[in-house]
């Protein structure tokens, strides 16, 4: 099952297109898992007529009180359902390959290592213990 987990605060002028890229993915997503830290313009509603349109599940938290960025994060992980969990921000745009790519990589890769997306590169953090690295 693969999760997405998005934060968003104050996020209306660039939610959309980042949640069309996530609904446009070669390969679906199975939840969309969203914290709210206490926007105060549309974002929610934003979120709420994107779930309306979707063949997937979103779940939308709203914080109680401001958690800042990485306790939000932080929180959104942990409610995500998926074994395959990517982390999404509010102002990305996703290449339409992005969920397809990553997932292959993970499903031939035979040690789980994390992978992050950068603006200008990515950065992935192999087990030294992998078979590509010629020990057992």
């Known amino acids: 099952m693969i999760s997405v987990a998005l934060c968003t605060y104050n996020g209306e002028k660039y939610l959309p297109e980042q949640l069309e890229s ?4 070669s390969v679906s997503v199975n939840e969309l898992v969203v914290c709210d830290d206490g ?12 779930a309306d349109k979707v063949p997937f599940p979103v779940r939308v938290f709203q914080n109680t009180t401001n958690l800042g960025s ?3 994060f932080e929180k959104c992980l942990t409610l995500c359902q998926g074994d395959i969990l990517f982390l999404c921000d509010q102002d990305d745009r996703w290449r339409a390959d992005k969920v397809e790519k990553q997932v292959r990589y993970l499903t031939n890769t035979l040690t789980w290592t994390p992978c992050f997306r950068t603006p200008r590169s990515l950065t992935t953090f192999h087990n030294l213990l992998s078979p590509r690295s010629g020990s057992k």
Do not use: P
């Open 39 to 50: 926007s105060k313009d549309d974002t929610l509603g934003i979120l709420e007529r994107f």
């Open 22 to 25: 996530i609904l446009q993915q």
């Open 70 to 72: 990485t306790k939000n």
